[in-house]
Structure formats: structure tokens, C-alpha cells
């Protein structure tokens, strides 16, 4: 890390994801734009004009780092250096005019991250850390919750419909239902894994999400105290994620 700036690094992706948001929020009555709709999910054409937004601040500040991003990547020269973008995540909630969606920025050296900006322009709320500093919302430093037994627990979590015919999927959901004291689905996991990072629920756990959903989140996660693992990878680049305060991290696990 010595010779990696990461407050230089920090400092690009806070300003990539409050660019995206306050684009998002300045363009807010084109949010029914649908390029094209999916099963579960739609692709809006402020999806890749926010892209677009945060590749140009990236690629200004290191333009031998590789870009990907959920709308499509972009490649860069062999450096180590990954940046993982979600332009607007909780797409469907912004479409709706829900306020529960966010922009996420993360940079990854050699596979770790090591920056990372969740920004939600309708809470003004911008979550950011890198991996030697405090996790922030906004200028405040934030940390996990302190609640140690699972039936005492908020877990948020998300069912995508695509997986409604997946017994694993379903069956874990269920689990977290009976275990919790209340399961919450927001639609927006970068979001989600934030208020997991401030304290404001105690875990997440989902078996279907993507790596540009926890890139940023889970860094956030990790450096307000809290722990994240990778259960598995299910394949077509989805995984199983878990996310939790220490103290009920080994209880989610064994559900």
C-alpha cells in the first residue's frame, strides 16, 4: 500500500458516485426511459449515461486502470487496478420514484478492494472508506451494530424473481425468516450493506447478487467493524454474499 494513494483513490470514487446521483436526481422525470426489461429487472437509459458520467471521472484520474461496470466494462491497460461500478442500484425502486437507490464505486489492486463510495442522493447519505481509514457517512464515522443474538436482528436480504423456482434460494430466505427478528428486502443491496455498515440493520445475506452490488459495500462493511464472506459462487457471475456484525456473523452462518 505504500505506494498506492489510496485517499487519491477514495476521493475519485466519492466523486464519481455523487456525480452519477446528482445526474440521476437532475434528470429524475426521464426515470421511465426503459430500454429494455427482463425478467426481474429493467435497464434504463440513465443506467449507461451515468456510466458514462463515472467512467469519464475515472478514466480522467487513471487512465491505465480497467473499468467494469454493470452496464458493460471497459478495458485498461495491465495494471492491477479494477474499478466496479453500479451506475444506479435499485433501478426499479428509482423508476417508481422510490427514494431507496444508490451509485457505487469501487477499486479493487490485484482482486482486494481498496476504495470504495456508496452515494444516495434522496437520504444524502455518501458512504465511503478505503482499506487503512475509518468507514464515513458523509463526515461522520460510522459502525456496525452491537446487537448479538440473531432473533434480536434486522437482516436485510433480497429474492430476486428470477430465482423463485431455486429450492437453495428460497430455502435460505426462509430461514432468515424464522431466525430473524424481522427479514427486509429494500431492492437496493448497496444500500442495504450501508445501513448494515451504520448500524442501522445487523446483516445481509443474499445467494443470487452481483460483485458490482458489494464492492464498495462490503469494504464500508469491513472498515466499520462488521465481517463479509463469499459463500459461494453460483455461476453466470451471481453469488451467495453474507455480511454481518461480529457478533451474530457465526449464527447467520449456520443457518
Not at 482486494?112 to 464515513?136: D, K, N, Q
Not at 469494504?219 to 464472506?229: D, F, H, M, N, S
Not at 459463500?231 to 447467520?252: R, S, T, Y
Request: aromatic letters at 8%; charged letters at 25%; a negative charge.
Amino acid at each position: 500500500m505504500e505506494t498506492v494513494d489510496l485517499n487519491k483513490l477514495r476521493d475519485c470514487a466519492v466523486e464519481a458516485v455523487q456525480t452519477a446521483g446528482r445526474y440521476a436526481l437532475e434528470n429524475y422525470s426521464r426515470r421511465r426511459e426503459i430500454l429494455c426489461e427482463q425478467d426481474d429487472d429493467i435497464k434504463l437509459k440513465l443506467d449507461l449515461e451515468c456510466q458514462e458520467h463515472i467512467f469519464t471521472i475515472i478514466r480522467k484520474a487513471f487512465p491505465d486502470h480497467h473499468l467494469l461496470g454493470e452496464e458493460g466494462d471497459s478495458a485498461g491497460a495491465d495494471s492491477g487496478f479494477r474499478w466496479i461500478v453500479d451506475p444506479i442500484d435499485g433501478t426499479i425502486n428509482f423508476s417508481h420514484g422510490l427514494p431507496i437507490w444508490c451509485s457505487s464505486v469501487a477499486v479493487q489492486l490485484n482482486g482486494r478492494t481498496i476504495a470504495g463510495a456508496v452515494y444516495a442522493p434522496m437520504l444524502a447519505r455518501c458512504y465511503h472508506a478505503h482499506a487503512e481509514s475509518p468507514a464515513f457517512c458523509n463526515d461522520g464515522p460510522i459502525h456496525v451494530s452491537d446487537i448479538a443474538a440473531l432473533g434480536d436482528a434486522m437482516v436485510m436480504s433480497g429474492f430476486p424473481k428470477r430465482m423463485k423456482h431455486d429450492d437453495e434460494s428460497r430455502g435460505l430466505f426462509e430461514r432468515m425468516l424464522g431466525s430473524a427478528q424481522r427479514t427486509r428486502i429494500y431492492g437496493a443491496a448497496a444500500l442495504d450493506l450501508c445501513f448494515v455498515a451504520d448500524g442501522g440493520a445487523d446483516a445481509y445475506v443474499e445467494r443470487g447478487i452481483y460483485i458490482w452490488d458489494i464492492a464498495a459495500a462490503a469494504l464500508l462493511i469491513e472498515r466499520a467493524g462488521g465481517r463479509t464472506r463469499i459463500l459461494e459462487e453460483i455461476g453466470g457471475g451471481k453469488l451467495c454474499f453474507l455480511a454481518a456484525n461480529p457478533l451474530i456473523f457465526d449464527q447467520l452462518l449456520e443457518c
